[in-house]
C-alpha cells in the first residue's frame, strides 16, 4: 500500500488525482486531502477514499468541515499551518496542486520528509525554483512534474543525457483569444476569457492561458526544472493541444510527446513512475486526426512572454515578483476591476518598481523572503491599480 496525500484536492488537478486513485482504492492509503472553500467536496472525497485527515485553508470553514464529515473516524483542520502539517504527514507520494503560491509552503514541507512530491503547482517553481530544488535534494525528496508540457518533457528526455539537448519546445494552444482582433482583446469579458479550446481546467488557469501568462509561468518552470538556459526555451503555438512538447538534440532529433488533452495521463505518468500504466484517456486516432499545425506566438499578442523573458535573465526573486503581481492582476480581472490587457501592464509596472526601488530581488532565495517579496509585491499591484483608477 502506498500512502498518497493530495494538496489542492478539490480543484480541477485534485479531483483527476482522485479519480485515479479511487479506481484501485486497494492500491492506496490516503492520509491527507486539502482544500479551500468546497467543504462538501473535500468531505465528499475524504469520505470516497477514506482520508485520514481532512484540512480546509480557511480558519472559518473548520466548523462546516467538522460538521460535513460528523459520524465519521476522519480528522480535521483548518488554517495554512495544518496545510503544511498536511504536508508533513508521513506519506510516499503527494500531489501538490494547490494554486497560487500558497502551494509553496506545504509543498516544501513534503519535501523536507523525503516524499514524492507530485507538481502541479508551477508557482513553486517559478517563485522559488532554487529553494524548491536543494530541498528535494537535500532530504532525498523526489520531484516529479505534472503540469503536462513538463511531465512531456520529462517522458521524452527518459534514457537521454540533458547534455545533448539543444532546445526545450513547449506547446501552447493559443487560449481562448488565438484569433481575436488585438484590438478586440481591451474589451474581452471574465466569461470570455474564462473557456478554454481544448482543456478543462480551473478558472485561474484557464484565464492565464487566455494572456499566455500560464505559458510565461511554464517558460520560467522549464528553466527550473530542467536547468537548462532561457534561449534554449521555445514556445509554439499548436491549436491541437496534442503536441505537449518537444525535445530537441545536438544531432538535430527531435523527440515529441503526444497525448490527448486530459490531465489524468500527466497525474497517472507521475502517479506510477518509474513505471507507466494502463490509464483510462483516450488513445488518438492519428488518421482521423490527419492534420497538426504550428504558429510562432506573436509577441505584441502576448507580452507575458516578453515579461517572462526578463524573469528569466533577471534570475533572484523577479519569479516571486512575477506570480505575485500577476496573481493580484488576476484577481482584480475577476472581479471586474481592470480590463483583460491592463494585467500584463500591471505586472511590467510591478516588475519595474521593484527592481528599481529595492534591493529584495537579489535577496537569498529563502522562504521567508520568497513570502515576503509575495507580499510586498501584491501590496504594490494593488496601489498601482488604485492610481490607474483614479
Ligand atoms: P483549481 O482552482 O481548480 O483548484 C485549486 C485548489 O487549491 C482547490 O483545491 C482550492 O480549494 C485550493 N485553493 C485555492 N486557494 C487556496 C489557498 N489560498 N490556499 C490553499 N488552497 C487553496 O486549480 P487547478 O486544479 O486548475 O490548478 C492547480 C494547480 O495546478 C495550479 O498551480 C495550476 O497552474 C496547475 N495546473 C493545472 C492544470 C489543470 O489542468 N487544471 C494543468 C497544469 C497545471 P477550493 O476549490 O476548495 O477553494
Ligand atoms: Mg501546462
Redesign the pocket.
Same mark, same amino acid.
Given at each position: 500500500m502506498r500512502r498518497v496525500s493530495i494538496l489542492? #484536492? +478539490?480543484?480541477? @488537478?485534485?479531483q =483527476?488525482t482522485i479519480d485515479l486513485i479511487a479506481r484501485a482504492p486497494q492500491d492506496y492509503d490516503v492520509v491527507a486531502l +486539502?482544500?479551500?472553500?468546497?467543504?462538501s467536496? %473535500?468531505a465528499a472525497d475524504a469520505k470516497l477514499i477514506n482520508a485520514e485527515i481532512a484540512v +480546509? #485553508?480557511y480558519d472559518e470553514r473548520l466548523e462546516d468541515l467538522r460538521a460535513a464529515l460528523a459520524g465519521t473516524d476522519i480528522k480535521v483542520a483548518a488554517g495554512?499551518a495544518a496545510?503544511s502539517e498536511a504536508g508533513a504527514r508521513p506519506a510516499d507520494w503527494l500531489m501538490s496542486?494547490? @494554486?497560487?503560491a $500558497?502551494?509553496l509552503a506545504p509543498g516544501l514541507a513534503a519535501l523536507e520528509q523525503g516524499a514524492t512530491l507530485a507538481l #502541479? =503547482?508551477?508557482?513553486s517553481l517559478v517563485c522559488a525554483g532554487a529553494l524548491v530544488l536543494e530541498t528535494a535534494a537535500r532530504h532525498g525528496g523526489r520531484l516529479l512534474p @505534472? &503540469? $503536462?508540457e513538463h511531465s512531456a518533457v520529462f517522458q521524452a528526455l527518459t534514457g537521454e543525457d540533458i547534455e545533448t539537448v539543444e532546445r526545450i519546445i513547449i506547446t501552447a494552444s493559443g487560449g481562448a483569444f488565438r484569433d481575436w482582433p488585438i484590438e478586440a482583446l481591451k474589451t474581452a469579458t471574465l466569461a470570455e476569457a474564462s473557456s478554454h479550446p481544448n482543456? &478543462?481546467?480551473?478558472?485561474?488557469?484557464t484565464i &492565464?492561458s487566455a494572456s499566455m501568462f =500560464?505559458k510565461a %509561468?511554464e517558460l520560467i518552470e522549464t528553466k527550473e526544472y530542467f536547468g537548462v538556459s532561457s534561449d534554449q526555451i521555445e514556445v509554439i503555438v499548436h491549436p491541437e493541444s496534442l503536441i505537449h512538447a518537444l525535445v530537441g538534440h545536438t544531432d538535430g532529433a527531435i523527440m515529441a510527446h503526444l497525448g490527448p488533452p486530459d490531465?489524468r495521463h500527466a497525474i497517472g505518468y507521475a502517479l506510477h513512475w518509474p513505471k507507466r500504466r494502463e490509464l483510462p484517456v483516450s488513445r488518438l486516432d492519428l488518421a482521423q486526426i490527419a492534420n497538426l499545425s504550428f504558429k510562432a506566438p506573436d509577441d505584441a499578442r502576448y507580452p507575458a512572454l516578453r515579461l517572462a523573458r526578463d524573469v528569466m535573465q533577471r534570475g533572484g526573486l523577479s519569479g516571486a515578483v512575477f506570480n505575485a503581481a500577476k496573481e493580484r492582476s488576476l484577481d482584480a480581472f475577476i472581479a471586474g476591476r481592470i480590463g483583460f490587457l491592463d494585467m500584463a501592464a500591471i505586472v511590467e509596472e510591478v516588475l519595474n518598481r521593484f527592481e528599481a526601488q529595492t534591493g529584495l530581488i537579489d535577496a537569498a532565495i529563502t522562504l521567508d523572503n520568497v513570502m515576503q517579496t509575495d507580499h510586498l509585491a501584491r501590496e504594490w499591484a494593488d496601489s498601482i491599480m488604485v492610481n490607474r483608477a483614479g
Open positions: 489542492g #484536492a +478539490t480543484g480541477s @488537478v485534485g =483527476n +486539502t482544500g479551500g472553500h468546497n467543504i467536496q %473535500l +480546509t #485553508a495554512q496545510l496542486a494547490i @494554486v497560487g $500558497s502551494g #502541479a =503547482n508551477k508557482e @505534472v &503540469d $503536462s482543456w &478543462d481546467m480551473g478558472q485561474r488557469i &492565464d =500560464n %509561468l490531465m
